[in-house]
């Protein structure tokens, strides 16, 4: 198994397809960096009025991109399904056509050979996903100070998810959340391999969590019940919602159990050869 889970690994971080993603979405916060990162550094006391609580001297956890006001982050936020699913998600399908699983499976057991290709594309895109918030993350907290203010600055709210962390130890906050996202965004590229086992074709694979992700987005959204709108992908990935653990926890479990059950269960019935 150590074996086979190295050797996926090697082959998805040395794909060009996993960089040219890190590559976008880096652009993206590249860009955010330029244009309002660096104009705030410059200036952090741009706006800053003594006897106006909500006018302070700015702080890195306002200008950062996580703060999500921002036309790259909202961008960023769209393109997560293929930016997940792009590094390494259709390799599985690529395996099976080009004959590669057959070498992989003589020597090992087939569940062997699955349970490293889902570690390989969960890691994949939880990198991706996670990478350009935390290059963004460290260049704010750099070059700016890294201050509190009171309820109603920051994009965290009393009601988001751990809340009294952001306000009381924001940096732990910060490593939580962006563990969490890496954990979202490693099972939205999941859905590419679970879509593998009903589809014999890449392109639909690798669009599958795009247009999965669209569909969820227009009818979650219309729920009268909170957790379940929260469940809405653009919503779960945006920092600067109200998230509620109970989204984080009903996703989280619905794409675990849909790995067992069609990829896994479904990829040991296929025949390889």
């Known amino acids: 198994m150590k074996v086979m889970i190295k050797t996926e690994l090697e082959r998805a971080f040395k794909s060009w397809s996993l960089w040219l993603?890190?590559?976008?979405?880096?652009?993206?916060?590249?860009?955010?960096?330029?244009?309002r990162i660096i104009p705030a550094a410059m200036n952090?006391?741009?706006?800053?009025?003594?006897?106006?609580?909500?006018?302070?001297?700015?702080?890195?956890?306002?200008?950062?991109?996580?703060?999500?006001?921002?036309?790259?982050?909202?961008?960023?936020?769209?393109?997560?399904?293929?930016?997940?699913?792009?590094?390494?998600a259709v390799t599985y399908l690529s395996d099976i056509k080009s004959g590669i699983i057959k070498n992989?499976?003589?020597?090992?057991?087939?569940?062997?050979?699955?349970?490293?290709?889902?570690?390989?594309v969960f890691v994949t895109g939880g990198v991706v996903v996670?990478?350009?918030?935390?290059?963004?993350?460290?260049?704010?907290?750099?070059?700016?100070?890294?201050?509190?203010w009171p309820v109603g600055v920051f994009a965290s709210s009393p009601k988001s998810i751990w809340s009294a962390i952001f306000y009381t130890h924001p940096h732990i906050y910060m490593i939580m959340?962006?563990?969490?996202?890496?954990v979202c965004g490693g099972l939205m590229a999941t859905i590419a391999l679970i879509v593998s086992n009903i589809v014999n074709n890449r392109f639909v694979a690798i669009l599958a969590p795009y247009i999965i992700t669209e569909f969820a987005n227009a009818i979650l959204r219309m729920s009268d019940k909170k957790?379940?709108?929260?469940?809405?992908?653009?919503?779960?990935?945006?920092?600067?919602?109200?998230?509620?653990?109970?989204?984080?926890?009903?996703?989280?479990?619905?794409?675990?159990?849909?790995?067992?059950?069609?990829?896994?269960?479904?990829?040991?019935?296929?025949?390889?050869?």
């Open 227 to 273: 957790w379940l709108r929260g469940i809405a992908p653009t919503k779960l990935f945006n920092m600067a919602q109200t998230n509620t653990g109970a989204s984080f926890i009903v996703y989280i479990a619905v794409l675990l159990i849909l790995g067992v059950v069609v990829y896994f269960i479904g990829g040991l019935k296929h025949e390889t050869y």
């Open 44 to 88: 952090p006391l741009m706006g800053y009025m003594p006897d106006n609580a909500t006018l302070m001297p700015i702080s890195a956890f306002q200008v950062w991109i996580g703060n999500g006001v921002s036309f790259e982050y909202s961008l960023f936020i769209r393109l997560i399904p293929i930016l997940a699913a792009m590094p390494y």
């Open 104 to 120: 992989y499976v003589t020597r090992t057991a087939k569940f062997n050979y699955l349970a490293a290709k889902y570690i390989a």
């Open 130 to 148: 996670v990478m350009p918030l935390l290059i963004n993350y460290l260049t704010a907290i750099t070059i700016l100070p890294s201050l509190v």
């Open 177 to 182: 959340y962006m563990i969490l996202l890496f």
């Open 21 to 35: 993603a890190l590559i976008i979405g880096m652009g993206l916060s590249i860009a955010q960096i330029i244009t």
